[in-house]
């Protein structure tokens, strides 16, 4: 396979892709349907163990949460690889983002958290990499996460 | 119409689907655009009562909390074979779950709970029923319900 | 351009939409892919400041949450429109809305808080603007907005 531009973006940038977490619970990390892939949302977790564990805003502040939400990312692009065959070539667009932040009840800054997620798609895909995106606040995530993200992207057909 | 291998099994599991519930609300149970239909949310309701009320972690355990949203699954796949004319022949992939668990703060297993309702996919649909998914726990869901979930389906064209 | 039914729609009601809200963070107001347009979540603000901070149930009654889901609404359309060349001419279905209300624990009426979105599409779009929907509600919205809402449309190609 020819090394994409997009595989050399993340090997330039010193990124390491984890191994995809295996999925927890009945679902796949990734299904494809047509040209559009829908990645699973994934915590930041490594190697099987949540990083960061509590909520933004009380067991963790801004700078944290984003580091959280890029580990996210960094899982949701392993999925990604594997759903497109092992490199980035055929990706074509990053469609949308969904962003969940545990926290707070008052907590206002989902959007800077997510960020930590989002940034790391600019930086990988440059304008390929927008996309429309939600952040929301909730209540709790799986094991305790202290962030969850997922993904809609295209690939070319 | 002839009897489709799905509709066939939906019958051998005995299962017998609800009415789909009518919306509370200004939305449409589905919507289908191409060859994706976008179920709306359903929650864990039968004959117009939401069957659990109240929050999983403090009002229902892990068993009752898959039971509700094995529920919900029922709900999707009462609409899901609507939009699909009445069978599930058409059904070509489940492409996406969406769960939401009504809990409290410290919550930590909503895919466990959701897959109350994947386990159904895949019991009727098999391959075509695995799907990516994302869970997160919420503040609050309508009518108190304790879980919600939604989903796109892929149909043949 | 000719003026279409549904501009001249949003003409009689005596719509004026607000300026497409800038981002606060690294995403974009829609991104389009094929012949569906993502939009991203917006919350109830108008003019960079946030019209109604606080939560349903607590803060503010149904009435002004589906008040804040209207403005939610009028965010999108301006993004839509945007995301259209400047005219409704080319939409052709309201496909999903995501609705988020930031709420206490115990609220029940999310479906009827995000009905202050969905009417207006209806208002505009008639039979086009009616929409598959999941509404829920969340611990923390961005910048504290008591409403948060998203959506997919399917325009002509």
Known sequence: MTEDI???RV???GLVLPAVPKPIANFLPFRREGST???A????????EVVYRGKVGRDFD?????AAARICALNLLAALRLACGGSFGPVKACIRLGGFVNCTPDFEQAPQVINGASDLFGEIFG???LHARTAIGVAALPRGAAVE???FVAVKS
Do not use: N, R, S
């Open 149 to 151: 993200v997922d993904a």
């Open 41 to 48: 949302g994934q915590v930041c977790e490594l190697e099987g």
């Open 11 to 13: 090997a330039a940038l």
């Open 62 to 66: 801004l700078a944290t949460g984003q």
């Open 127 to 129: 304008e390929a990499g």
């Open 6 to 8: 997009f595989d050399k």
């Open 37 to 39: 892939i829908y990645l």
